[in-house]
């Protein structure tokens, strides 16, 4: 857990495939991104009661527009694939019914059926809880106040070249995620962004506010397990970097795997040591020691 200054209110067909062309997939509406920009969909199941492969895959809605163009060309409210094909990510990506946000694109398998193969996923922080309303990538903006409303947050549209909004607080409390969950997403926000649903209106401090319906956290494979207390380290790099763009905040050192503690610290260092953040003012508890239980490095503080 960590104290913080801010305004935030957190409370399978194996065929042969062939790639198909990334630009027949963009939407028809030239105005929805920037033609650069890498598009993010919105990837759930398929529950029609027929018989597989016609039924029983998966449906593919890019975020924020009306329209998605599918593999045979068409355009859709959403494009069904008989496979969402995750392999590049990790062994161990598990997909809630309510879905998953996604960039990636659709290839053709051999029988003529197609299927999306995702090159990123974002989980839900509530896999029960069904997304509504916008999509944005919500990230500090380096402004620092000393009275209300202060406007340090910008919402901007996925999918989208519209200026981004700029709020006073993210509302996460309907999400109803769990407490880590909320943590993770308060230090997504200080990196590469949240991205997250839902709906700006009038908070109550005089300024405007995104109510969350859902938010996304990036998927990371699991790191393998500890077996002994000096396995485990405590680290501010709590992940990876491998590009300027994913440069984050190292702030409250967290228990991990003294490995990976490592290579995380060395690619944050290539990375980031050149590169100004904007990082917010932080007062972090005092972890008290790394030990391995149950397989997992964790911290021996208690609350």
Known sequence: MRAFTGTFACTVIALGCGDLPADDFASQDQQVRPSSAPVHYLVTRDFRKCMYPACGGWWVKQVNAALTRCPDRTSAESCYVVELDTNALGPDVTVSDNGVLALGSFKKLRGGY?????SALWLPGNPDLAATGAFYNVHFN?????????????????????????LANLNLKDVAAPESANQAAYDAIYGAGLLSAGAIGPGLDGGDELVASQFYLPYTPKAPGCQTDNECTLSAYTKAVNSPEQCYCAMCPQAMLASEADANQKSWELHCSNVRLMCPMVMCIDPGSAVCSA??????TTF
């Not at 197609?114 to 995702?118: D, E, H, L, V």
């Not at 009275?147 to 999918?159: F, G, Q, S, W, Y």
């Open 114 to 118: 197609p299927k999306f193969t995702a």
């Open 142 to 166: 380096g402004i620092y106040c000393i009275t209300t409303p202060c406007n340090n947050v910008d919402a901007a549209l996925l999918n989208s070249s519209q200026p981004a909004a700029s």
């Open 295 to 300: 397989g997992t490095c964790t911290s021996t």
